[in-house]
């Protein structure tokens, strides 16, 4: 089976490392090949050919930019005519569908869209790709039971984002990647890792630090703005740590290619997201597989991700729970240790051994649609 990704947004996050996942482990499932197709640029493209996979650059698809829009189609059809792919998968953008459906029908290649994020179900293109549905699409695919129940399916498939297993650190390097970022090895180190987003919940990680003051902990807040309109969100995120008078303990180390490392040096991941939820969350994962106990809201992906064993579940938008669960892991060492090794068995569920050949599974459902 031979399948073809169709992503418009090539930046760093979970979605693209979901792709870059897919294109690191082709080996796993030999039955199965995967390209991929993009519709801007970014540093994902770069990640994905690195892994040696192959990648089309399809140009600007939007209705917008009429002539742009024809030559992206002109290339997807010649991608298709050229490598035989027996199964697309859309992924975000529903303009995608609409753009391109009749092109992947005419070359007889089965559609499959994955959902990342709840749509509006109001928005003209969503109305427009319903239509599409009964002709071209022939199955859903949902990142998590959570997103399934927001968008009821006839036709929909749970399948978990494949997520590579993190790496093991020496004390030494441990200890070195610490002292890069200005981090004592003795102190517990908090990470978030995420984008730049105000429902990310970073104002609500440095209040309840801030509220720890007399207890040891550095805290790496691990991702930058990539976008203009993060700028002054992130902006507001660091005033608040000199604010809050944690500003000497809080690093901000901005976008990374390194974040297996980072995590492995640490010692807690905190991501207390606010509405709307986390459909899934690759960052949950990826602390779960470095050792990670994992404190977060009790909502969304992160209740099929993060059990009372390997975590703390607070409920949304608590911040006395929160600080209270934080402060048990920096003052209980035997409990962070006894919570990090049932991490790492959690963590073993969502590999890309186990994962991608369950998606693979699912993909083939749409080569025997009718």
Known sequence: MRVLHISCDARVGGVESFLITLARNKAIDPTSSHDFAFTVEGPAIDAIRLAGAHVHC????????????????????????????????????????????????????????????????????????????????????????????????????????PVDRQIVLTDEKRNE????????????????????MERKGHPRLLRALAALKSLRWTCWIVGGPQTEKQIPYFETVRRLARELGIDDRVRFLGTRSDVPELLAAADIFCHPNTYPPEPFGIAFVEALQAGLPV?????????????????????????????????????????????SECARERGEAFTASVQIPLLNAALKTALSSN
């Open 295 to 339: 404190v977060t809201s009790a909502m969304g992906g992160a209740l099929e991700i993060v059990s009372e064993q390997c975590g703390f579940l607070v409920p949304p938008e608590d911040d006395i729970a929160l600080t209270g669960a934080l402060q048990r892991l920096l003052t209980q060492d035997s409990l962070r240790r006894q919570m």
């Open 177 to 196: 990647i610490r002292e890069r970022f200005a981090t004592s090895s003795q102190d517990p180190l908090v990470v978030q890792v995420c984008r730049m």
């Open 58 to 161: 399809l140009g600007t698809a939007s209705y917008k930019q009429p002539g742009a829009l024809r030559l992206a189609r002109r290339r997807l059809n010649e991608a298709c005519r050229q490598n035989k792919y027996d199964v697309a998968v859309y992924h975000n953008d529903p303009t995608l569908v609409a753009a391109f459906a009749d092109v992947l029908f005419r070359r007889k290649v089965k559609t499959v869209r994955y959902f990342h994020n709840e749509t509006n179900s109001r928005s003209r293109i969503e109305r427009l790709v319903r239509h599409i549905y009964t002709r071209f699409l022939y199955l859903s695919v949902f990142n998590s039971r959570f997103l399934l129940q927001c968008m009821p399916d006839a036709n929909g498939r749970v399948v978990y984002y």
